[in-house]
Structure formats: structure tokens, C-alpha cells
Nanobody, 128 residues
Framework: VQLQASGGGLVQPGGSLRLSCTTSKYTLDYYAIGWFRQAPGKEREGISCIASINDGTTYYADSVKGRFTITRDKAKNTVYLEMNNLRPEDTAVYYC?????????????????????WGQGTLVTVSS
């Protein structure tokens, strides 16, 4: 079962986008949800995650801290990534994935191999 990421597009530097991650197959409440991105020619990197509703702690990579915000909407079974002050180096395909346990998220969100249910991703292009 794959998560669906959406909301990407073309935006000018300094602009904003909100990405969504959802699925109709199960509730996301008890999973940690992570956002990852992969730029052309680069490895996939973890940029943010939110723990399950039992915890709710959020984590951010230094490259996006202060600009991106991850939130969870229980009623819509959706996790959002609000991206502000976008830069050309944010250009990438963005993916979401889940992790069954909150344990060790501070380090785990940086390691895509620990996450599951990858979807096709959504392309974000930051360019003038």
C-alpha cells in the first residue's frame, strides 16, 4: 500500500507550496510520517517527519528548518508539508513514507531505508 504525495508545482524563489500526503487504505494516525526529496543526480534525503498521534514530535533537516512545517490533520487523514521561502536548491521530487514506530525518529528520518509505503512523489520546481 503506497502513500500519495501531491501539491507540487512550479514556484518562484521565495514562494510557497503545501504538499499533501494521504492514503485511503488505512489511518495514518499511528504511523510516523516522513517527507523526503530527491534532486536530479542526488540521493534521496529525509527532510522532515512527524511522530504518530501518540507523540506528535516533529523533526527537520537543517536545510529546511525555519522554512518548512510538517503538520497532521487527523480528520482528513493527511500529513502536510508547508514550504515557505523556497529556494532553487529545493527543486526535487518530494515523497512521503511511513514508519511503524516512533522510536529513534531523530535519526531515523534521515535514513530513507527505514521507511515504507513509498508512492510516486510530486515534483517541486523552484525557478524564476
Amino acid at each position: 500500500v503506497q502513500l500519495q504525495a501531491s501539491g507540487g508545482g512550479l514556484v518562484q524563489p521565495g514562494g510557497s507550496l503545501r504538499l499533501s500526503c494521504t492514503t485511503s487504505k488505512y489511518t495514518l494516525d499511528y504511523y510516523a510520517i516522513g517527507w523526503f526529496r530527491q534532486a536530479p543526480g542526488k540521493e534521496r534525503e529525509g527532510i522532515s517527519c512527524i511522530a504518530s498521534i501518540n507523540d506528535g514530535t516533529t523533526y527537520y533537516a537543517d536545510s529546511v528548518k525555519g522554512r518548512f512545517t510538517i503538520t497532521r490533520d487527523k480528520a482528513k487523514n493527511t500529513v502536510y508539508l508547508e514550504m515557505n521561502n523556497l529556494r532553487p536548491e529545493d527543486t526535487a521530487v518530494y515523497y512521503c513514507a511511513h514508519k511503524a514506530r516512533d522510536y529513534g525518529l531523530a535519526g531515523a528520518f534521515r535514513d530513507p531505508s527505514l521507511w515504507s509505503s513509498w508512492g510516486q512523489g510530486t515534483l517541486v520546481t523552484v525557478s524564476s
